[in-house]
Nanobody
Framework: QVQLVESGGGLVQPGGSLKLSCAAS????????MGWYRQSPGKQRELVAS???????NYADSVKGRFAISTDNAERTVYLQMNNLKPEDTAVYYC????????WGQGTQVTVSS
């Protein structure tokens, strides 16, 4: 059974930082493209960042230079380091694993507000 469990969300002030974690079980993260998506009320879910098995990364233009995705394949964990957070980054963040099948976590709330 595949599970993706996100953690690390919370409330942070503008300009602050958070690090999200996604712990995977039932899959080898080393063969999946792992990604972080986000969805805010009234908007479609959008890709924030992804990393391929070879280590190539892709970022949404809105987070380039502020967010960084990384993986620890030995621990089967994917991270999203988020710096210089802005109110528009407020959303539920979802972990995703994509290969032959696509899997989603349950999401973790990130709120950026003063």
């Amino acid at each position: 059974q595949v599970q993706l469990v996100e953690s690390g969300g919370g409330l942070v002030q503008p300009g602050g930082s958070l690090k999200l974690s996604c712990a995977a079980s039932g899959i080898a993260t080393s063969i999946y493209t792992m990604g972080w998506y986000r969805q805010s009320p009234g908007k479609q879910r959008e890709l924030v960042a992804s990393i391929t098995p070879s280590g190539s990364t892709n970022y949404a233009d809105s987070v380039k230079g502020r967010f960084a995705i990384s993986t620890d394949n030995a621990e089967r964990t994917v991270y999203l380091q988020m710096n210089n957070l802005k109110p528009e980054d407020t959303a539920v963040y979802y972990c995703n694993a994509d290969w032959i099948s696509k899997y989603w976590g349950q999401g973790t709330q990130v709120t950026v507000s003063s």
